[in-house]
């Protein structure tokens, strides 16, 4: 699911309340959609996060709400946070997830390794080299 853009073929949510709020206007939008439909969490991820080690995934899902110490949109939020973060993004002028964060007593996890974030073409050429052409 995406929130925040649409993409043919994958459910996309569009920003909650309204477009243009960043990243806590699509978490807004994920967990109005999960309380509406019976989901008890969302789990959050950028889109620019290639690779997540499954033990911090674990971490955040068992302590949630939870958010990752060094990526903070990589997340576990409860859906019944959702009328309380819709609050929080209508009347917080800076919409930081660290701040919503602190308002839920959210609890910050550590990554055990350094997470892969890609943010331009040279951080994916990193991440995959293409091969030296053979001579």
């Known amino acids: 699911m995406l929130a925040g853009r649409e993409r043919k073929g994958w459910v996309s949510l569009q920003d909650r309340p309204r477009s243009g709020l960043g990243p806590l206007g699509g978490i807004a939008a994920a967990l109005n959609h999960a309380a509406r439909h019976g989901y008890d969490?969302?789990?959050?991820?950028?889109?620019?996060m290639p690779s997540v080690p499954s033990a911090l995934f674990a971490?955040?899902?068992d302590a949630a709400?939870?958010?990752?110490?060094e990526a903070p949109i990589l997340g576990c939020w409860p859906a019944s946070l959702a009328?309380?973060?819709?609050?929080?993004?209508?009347?917080?002028?800076?919409?930081?997830?660290?701040?919503?964060?602190?308002?839920?007593?959210?609890?910050?996890i550590e990554a055990p390794e350094p997470?892969?974030?890609?943010?331009?073409?040279?951080?994916?050429?990193?991440?995959?080299?293409?091969?030296?052409?053979?001579?």
């Open 41 to 48: 969490r969302v789990l959050t991820i950028g889109c620019d």
């Open 59 to 61: 971490a955040l899902i």
């Open 65 to 69: 709400p939870a958010y990752c110490r």
């Open 83 to 108: 009328p309380a973060l819709d609050n929080h993004v209508e009347h917080d002028s800076k919409r930081s997830i660290r701040g919503w964060a602190e308002r839920v007593s959210a609890l910050a």
């Open 115 to 135: 997470l892969t974030n890609i943010n331009a073409p040279a951080d994916l050429a990193m991440l995959c080299p293409r091969p030296e052409p053979q001579a």
